[in-house]
């Protein structure tokens, strides 16, 4: 997981418990490896204000995310936050990371936000991707992605150079090679001395071919 971002381009906040902070880890990394600017609060200097430090990052934020979770509910730091970026009307995101009740008046200020309930998805992937197509995130993200890995095209994986590849033995059969989405179908040479010497009587003939 990379730090949190410093910069001047659109970036989003990420709100969360600390006691939820293995989730909070695999969602950012997630994140930043899709190329997304994220601010967290492990960012924070030891001995700075921390309240100072979150309320500029929330002000200066973007887009801002919520992973909601008992622990979430039951911290009064993160409902700060959330509650001031509902003041400063930022676009935000709910992420459920487990079933929970909101109390009535939480309810009735959050029924009309965008929210993901993570802990419907049996796959990872499907939840990232929906994450993704969350509406104005798209804003926090740089054109250029993370290369974490070089990738190899799939095509190229399941296949070796051809060396030293041989006619087959007997005319006119052919050996096909699977070659990626290809097919390579060599012919032997008699076959083709076969193919000039009919070419050539049919052109006595008169015939076109």
Known sequence: MEKPYQGQD?????????NDMNAAVE???ALQN????VWYDEGIDPGTEWDEIVASHVESCSYFVALISQNYLASDNCKDELNFARDLNKSRLLVYLERVELP????????RLQA???????EPNDFYKKLETANGMDACKSDSVPQTAQEIPPALEKT??????????KPFEAEELGFGDYQLIPMHKAAMKGVRKRTGQNAKNGEQI
């Open 10 to 18: 659109p970036y989003l906040f990420l709100s969360y418990s600390h």
């Open 104 to 111: 009535a008046g939480m309810q009735m200020r959050l029924s």
């Open 160 to 169: 070796t150079p051809l060396k030293n590849v041989e006619a087959p033995a």
């Open 116 to 122: 993901i309930y993570q802990y419907r998805y049996s």
């Open 27 to 29: 969602i950012v990394s």
């Open 34 to 37: 899709s190329g997304y600017r």
